[in-house]
């Protein structure tokens, strides 16, 4: 079964930092592009940083950070000096053989 699984979120304090893990099964990261997306309360889902298949990446805000282990097959976000409006569920995502996968998010929230 292919499938995405984000981890590592949770309180944190503004102007720390956290990494989110995005790991997979069943889809070799290394070889797809992954997009991490955030979805605030009560917000709409919105994108925040992809790592393109030949690593190249583009970020939404320049605290932001992706990179990969590829022995993990795992996907990593790492924001730093975060600020409340980091807060919300994030998600990753890839597409597979035309098909888009979704992991189910991973919960951040941000005390000031």
């Known amino acids: 079964q292919k499938q995405l699984v984000e981890s590592g979120g949770g309180l944190a304090q503004a102007g720390g930092s956290l990494t989110l893990s995005c790991a997979s099964s069943g889809i070799r990261l290394s070889a797809n592009g992954v997009a991490w997306h955030r979805q605030a309360p009560g917000g709409q889902r919105e994108w925040v940083a992809t790592?393109?298949?030949?690593g190249a990446t583009r970020y939404a805000d320049s605290r932001f950070h992706v990179f990969r282990d590829n022995e993990k097959n795992t996907v990593y976000l790492q924001i730093t000096n975060l600020q409340t409006r980091d807060a919300g569920v994030y998600y990753c995502n890839t597409q597979y053989r035309g098909q888009n996968y979704w992991g189910q998010g991973t919960q951040v929230t941000v005390s000031s």
């Open positions: 790592v393109a298949a030949g």
